[in-house]
């Protein structure tokens, strides 16, 4: 039987989830109600997924569980008003605001033992889990990830480290396998009140380090991941959906380097969206711990403080 969902925030993404967790057929979420503090575009997208647009307090108590896409000023509030009714919470990226208010969600949903799952999707791409399974038995010893963006006016509460960055810096806590001991920042204000580029170095144990670079100010769309390593170096284009590795034994053979070769793959991108909805309906089910939890959703963001921090 589909989990029955509320969804609380009918903005960019909350209509994305909404729209999602409406459609018929084989789903694992049924989407029961909807709210938003605008009542125009929470009638709107209400209409749009055949469901009512609902005070948050009765879109919550129709629910099993529910997703919580507003602005991260209220994570912390909405968050605790849907735990404390005994409702399962799916908490878009970042988890809150603060590490204090995040700490306090992951608490009362464990006293609770409900689920409490975080909006890391980049997790649940298919690119991403060719990464992981590319880098298998390697040992990485240096990451670089870029995302850049042009501008949209858009998530400007707050700086890109919150908005963009965050993604990155959870996939490498992932690869690197826990935080790093030192973070070192620059990054800038163009168009907002907030950092709209940022530059972070991250340093793990072992001499390992990490470079992440996010800009919402950008003249072009750019998706990428370098992985260097005793192995040699993995190179990932997300946008083109390509992925080389230059390592010994490899299949496309390097004149310059004698034994050593390049193995090219791809991927069939899937619906991440979709993957982490199913995600968290299988955890609310008691199949197993969800992919993000409040653990890794305190770490990203632990971390992405500590680069706007460091940014000053």
Request: with cysteine; glycine share 10%.
């Amino acid at each position: 039987m589909a989990l029955r969902v509320a969804v609380l925030g009918a903005g960019h993404f909350g209509r994305f989830h909404a729209l999602k967790a409406s459609r018929a057929g084989d789903n694992p979420l049924r989407l029961v109600a909807l709210h938003d503090s605008d009542p125009a575009r929470a009638a709107a997208v209400a209409a749009e997924c055949g469901v009512p647009a609902l005070p948050a307090a009765e879109a919550i108590a129709a629910a099993e569980a529910v997703i919580v896409a507003a602005p991260t000023r209220f994570h912390a509030a909405l968050g605790r008003q849907v735990l404390e009714a005994g409702r399962h919470l799916f908490m878009e990226k970042p988890i809150a605001a603060t590490l204090a208010e995040a700490q306090t969600l992951a608490d009362l949903a464990q006293s609770r033992r409900l689920v409490l799952q975080v909006g890391h999707i980049e997790r649940f791409s298919a690119a991403f889990r060719a990464v992981v399974a590319a880098q298998d038995g390697a040992r990485a010893v240096h990451w670089e990830a870029v995302r850049a963006a042009p501008f949209r006016p858009r998530s400007l509460d707050v700086s890109v480290v919150l908005d963009l960055m965050i993604h990155d810096i959870d996939l490498v806590l992932r690869l690197a396998g826990g935080p790093p001991e030192t973070v070192e920042a620059v990054g800038a204000r163009v168009m907002s009140e907030h950092a709209d580029f940022a530059v972070a170095r991250l340093g793990f144990a072992g001499g390992r380090a990490a470079t992440i670079t996010a800009s919402r100010v950008s003249l072009t769309m750019e998706r990428r991941l370098r992985v260097l390593g005793n192995e040699g170096e993995m190179s990932v284009d997300f946008l083109n959906r390509g992925l080389a590795v230059l390592r010994r034994g490899g299949a496309e053979a390097v004149a310059t380097m004698p034994g050593y070769g390049i193995d090219r793959a791809g991927w069939t991108d899937h619906d991440s969206l979709e993957a982490e909805q199913a995600g968290f309906a299988q955890a609310c089910a008691g199949q197993g711990a969800p992919e993000v939890g409040a653990a890794e959703g305190l770490a990203a963001l632990r971390v992405a403080l500590a680069v706007e921090a460091a940014i000053g």
